[in-house]
């Protein structure tokens, strides 16, 4: 991930997607005309992300996320959306549906989280090695 990306943090948690996407858009100087012409989307559409009346669809959060250098993933989350890869991944994989089933059950705070997201990383990482 490029330094210049901002990582989700506890310190953002609370944020919404159209907070993090505005915050971004203001660090980087861009006035909400200029950012929608770069996406190639309404002004009127910019905006009504950034005010959380419209979830954009996955390709929308990665040019934002391109444009903006904000994490891909985290837009992804903030959006509550999995993507047509993950979405594919549970249909084939029933029992990675049953773990998030258990993870929503329990209720897990962002630092446990963060601990799954750590293991299923090392996971796909030893898994290249093999």
Known sequence: MPEAEVRWS??????????VVRDARLR???????????IQKTPSYLSDIENDRRVPAE???SDLARELSL???????????FGEQAERYLKRQPEAARL???ISAA????????KLI??????????GDA
Request: hydrophobic share 45%; proline share 2%.
């Open 10 to 19: 506890a310190n953002v948690a609370n944020e919404t997607l159209g907070d």
């Open 28 to 38: 980087r100087g861009l006035g909400l005309r200029q950012l929608a012409s770069i």
């Open 59 to 61: 390709d929308v959060l």
């Open 71 to 81: 994490d891909f993933d985290e837009l992804m989350s903030l959006a509550g959306r």
């Open 100 to 102: 998030f089933r258990r």
């Open 107 to 114: 209720n897990l705070p962002a630092d446990d989280l963060r």
């Open 118 to 127: 750590d293991a299923a990383e090392d996971l796909a990482r030893n898994k």
